[in-house]
């Protein structure tokens, strides 16, 4: 315990001074106050703070539980070990509720109170890592590390902020490859009520079917070829903490029906087990695909959907909010930067317009590699756009736009002008019909006139055919 800090609060002098001698024999480092007053100045100077503090109940200036009330609001964990003299009447109700460790009663033999002091050292110590463990999360994944300035990035970060106060049982999460569905679930962990236990990630559709089960429930003994030993599952290793199950989509049925069963009574049974086994997990699920979608097809299971899905996060793409770009982008290059020593400060207009007219089906992930690519290559402080190499860039847009025949693109990358825009439109209508005027028309919305009027203006005449002329007779309306 060499270094730990005890504070001795006593205004006896003889007793003090023999407390003290006492602990720094048995290596203790030990501070001493005679007073509230003397104590709030040690505990409040800048050293380390007290693993133990030993305090009088009685002192000249006040109450040493009235001072472990004021140091308990300020978030002070040290273990309080409170003396009482004889005949007084401990507070006790008050003292449990403040978390003291334990009230000894003058006269105090030296060996009682060591075998105490070092019970709660012992404690305060077991807190005090668990503490600092968790800060680190905290401080890793607060919910402001979802980043980004849109509405949609705000929303995303104040729902996880209210979520991560909940108590959550089962909670879905879903959204596009690259979304941060990872992300979300450790802010979910490490900001939430269960910070202090394990986060245990499982992805779903690494492992094949009975190797997944045995590795989420555990198995006995000879429960199949090559189970020698017994093995605890991933529920249980996630006691009192936060099960991720990524992918849930990619589970097999009888994998399915067996963590409907957990979820819902809290009980497992180990694979090749009889008794079912209590967990008390948070279950943080994550789909990429549209787990309804695989409800409807059949291939997963609904009831277990409704039982995940009770709460869900909605991860947006990042083509939905191309506001978050400059933060994003800003953010990777500065984390890329550290591990470079050419330093990348500016990223040049063209570069940003590549990066804007670009669809991203790979969201923040893919961004963050091209970012990472661009940083690590680069060979002075402006960011080319040589090492991008973002698939042609209105590519991914149009495959986006392939999946919804009635949309189109137009890339807005500073070189378009509306009419530019409205002879793309036109042609684009034209080609998807054939060449055919009336049913491009109709397609627009706009009379054959209108749209033979355009055509010409555009110069796009030679391929609108005509060969339904006269078809529709009640367009009648003159050109615009
Ligand atoms: N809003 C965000 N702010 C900051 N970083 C983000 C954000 N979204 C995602 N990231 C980062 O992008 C990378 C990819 O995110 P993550 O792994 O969480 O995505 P995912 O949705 O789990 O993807 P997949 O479905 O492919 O597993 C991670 O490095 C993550 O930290
Ligand atoms: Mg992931």
């Not at 992300?183 to 236990?197: D, M, Q, W």
Request: overall charge negative.
């Amino acid at each position: 315990m060499s270094g730990d800090l005890l504070l001795v609060i006593e205004d006896e002098e003889l007793l003090r001074e023999e407390l003290a001698r006492h602990f720094r024999r048995d290596g203790w480092d030990v501070l001493v106050a005679a007073s509230v007053a003397g104590a709030v100045e040690v505990l409040e100077s800048a050293g380390p703070a007290p693993l133990v503090v030993i305090s009088d109940l009685a002192l000249p200036d006040g109450n040493g539980l009235d001072l472990l009330e004021e140091r308990r609001a300020r978030g002070d964990v040290a273990e309080w070990v409170l003396l009482t003299g004889y005949g007084t009447v401990p507070d006790s109700v008050r003292a449990l509720r403040l978390g003291a460790h334990d009230f000894l009663q003058k006269p105090v033999s030296l060996e009682r109170l060591e075998l105490v002091v070092n019970g709660a050292a012992r404690g305060a110590r077991a807190q005090r890592t668990l503490r600092e463990r968790s800060d680190s999360g905290q401080r890793r994944y607060p919910p402001e590390a979802f980043l980004g300035q849109s509405v949609l990035a705000a929303e995303t970060r104040d729902l996880l902020a209210r979520l991560s106060r909940l108590r959550i049982t089962t909670l879905l999460i879903e959204g596009e490859t690259g979304t941060g569905k990872g992300l979300a679930a450790r802010i979910l962990h490490h900001s939430g009520l269960r910070a202090e236990g394990p986060l245990v990630e499982v992805n779903c559709a690494a492992l094949p079917g009975e190797l997944l089960e045995s590795e989420l429930f555990g198995h006995e003994t000879g429960a199949f070829t090559g189970a020698n030993a017994r093995h605890r599952g991933l529920f249980e290793q996630a006691a009192g903490g936060t099960l991720f199950l990524d992918e849930i989509g990619e589970t097999a049925p009888a994998t399915q029906a067996k963590l409907l069963k957990a979820v819902e009574d809290r009980r497992i049974r180990r694979v090749g087990g009889e008794k079912e086994i209590e967990v008390d997990v948070q279950i943080l699920a994550a789909s990429n695909r549209d787990l309804r979608v695989r409800v409807d097809e059949g291939t997963f299971r609904e009831d277990l959907y409704h039982r995940l899905s009770v709460l869900t996060v909605e991860l947006p793409p990042l083509r939905a909010r191309m506001e978050d770009l400059n933060e994003l982008v800003w953010a990777a290059v500065a984390e890329f930067n550290a591990a470079t020593p050419t330093k990348v400060k500016v990223i040049p207009d063209g570069v940003w317009r590549k990066l804007r007219a670009y669809a991203w089906p790979g969201n923040v992930r893919e961004l963050r590699n091209v970012i990472e690519r661009s940083v690590l290559l680069a060979t002075g402080p402006v960011l080319s756009d040589r090492w991008l190499s973002l698939p042609s860039e209105s590519e991914p847009l149009r495959r986006e736009a392939a999946r919804d025949p009635t949309a189109m693109v137009i890339s807005l990358d500073g070189r378009t002008t509306l009419d530019g825009i409205e002879a793309s439109i036109l042609s684009e209508a034209l080609e998807r019909m054939d060449g055919n005027v009336s049913a491009a028309a109709r397609l627009l919305g706009i009379t054959r006139q209108t749209l033979r009027y355009r055509i010409e203006k555009h110069g796009l005449a030679e391929r609108g055919r005509d060969e339904e002329a006269g078809a529709d007779l009640d367009d009648d309306s003159g050109p615009a």
